[in-house]
T-cell receptor, first 113, second 114 residues
Framework: QKEVEQDPGPLSVPEGAIVSLNCTYS??????FMWYRQYSRKGPELLMYTYSSGNKEDGRFTAQVDKSSKYISLFIRDSQPSDSATYLCAMRPEKAAGNKLTFGGGTRVLVKP | DTEVTQTPKHLVMGMTNKKSLKCEQH?????MYWYKQKAKKPPELMFVYSYEKLSINESVPSRFSPECPNSSLLNLHLHALQPEDSALYLC?????????????FGPGTRLTVT
């Protein structure tokens, strides 16, 4: 079993809909949680960063962490075709040698006009 | 300037060739990373440099040899690669300490080993 599980998709939604993405994990030591967006043939780009449990909002993006359930989510409101990309969750414990992140496999999202 | 640049964009090499990948950042970051990414897979960490010293080698075969000549540059020297080494090689940089998770990635070098 992988440490971080993420549905590969593709997740297809109409423009304007809410995109809901999530990851589950097994390592209760994970404390830092990130969401990266990766467009085709580009490097990943950090979208959201949260520490421990709780919610964080940034524009159209909301990240939620539920450590009791070992479950994190990313919501994208008013989705646009430009949001079509692969979304990777990543996480690490309080102390991680070399700041090593454990990534989920990524979810491919398609927002159709 | 929040850009990490990587050259070349594409590289095709034979199994007996020697080549190098280059990465550069001017954000003052003191941690730099090499990742390998296969199609439809997440990035896999290969090496981490912190203050120009190698701090992590994720058991990478010796045919991959990293080098950090200064705080802005990171190289990956390639020799006697195998076809299964074909992948997207990503460089990233970050601050050290509490901001280390904000890693800035370059666009990658797409490597094909023939």
């Amino acid at each position: 079993q992988k440490e971080v599980e993420q549905d590969p998709g593709p997740l297809s939604v109409p423009e304007g809909a809410i995109v809901s993405l999530n990851c589950t994990y097994s390592n209760s030591a994970f404390q830092y949680f990130m969401w990266y967006r990766q467009y085709s043939r580009k490097g990943p780009e950090l979208l959201m960063y949260t520490y421990s449990s709780g919610n964080k909002e940034d524009g159209r993006f909301t990240a939620q962490v539920d450590k009791s359930s070992k479950y994190i989510s990313l919501f994208i409101r008013d989705s646009q075709p430009s949001d079509s990309a692969t979304y990777l969750c990543a996480m690490r414990p309080e102390k991680a040698a070399g700041n090593k992140l454990t990534f989920g496999g990524g979810t491919r999202v398609l927002v159709k006009p | 300037d929040t850009e990490v640049t990587q050259t070349p964009k594409h590289l095709v090499m034979g199994m007996t060739n020697k080549k190098s990948l280059k990465c550069e950042q001017h954000m003052g970051h003191r941690a730099m990373y090499w990742y390998k990414q296969k199609a439809k897979k997440p990035p896999e960490l290969m090496f981490v440099y912190s203050y120009e010293k190698l701090s992590i080698n994720e058991s990478v075969p010796s045919r991959f040899s990293p080098e950090c000549p200064n705080s802005s540059l990171l190289n990956l020297h390639l020799h006697a690669l195998q076809p299964e080494d074909s992948a997207l090689y990503l460089c990233a940089s970050s601050q050290v300490g509490t901001k280390a998770d904000e890693q800035y990635f370059g666009p990658g070098t797409r490597l094909t080993v023939t």
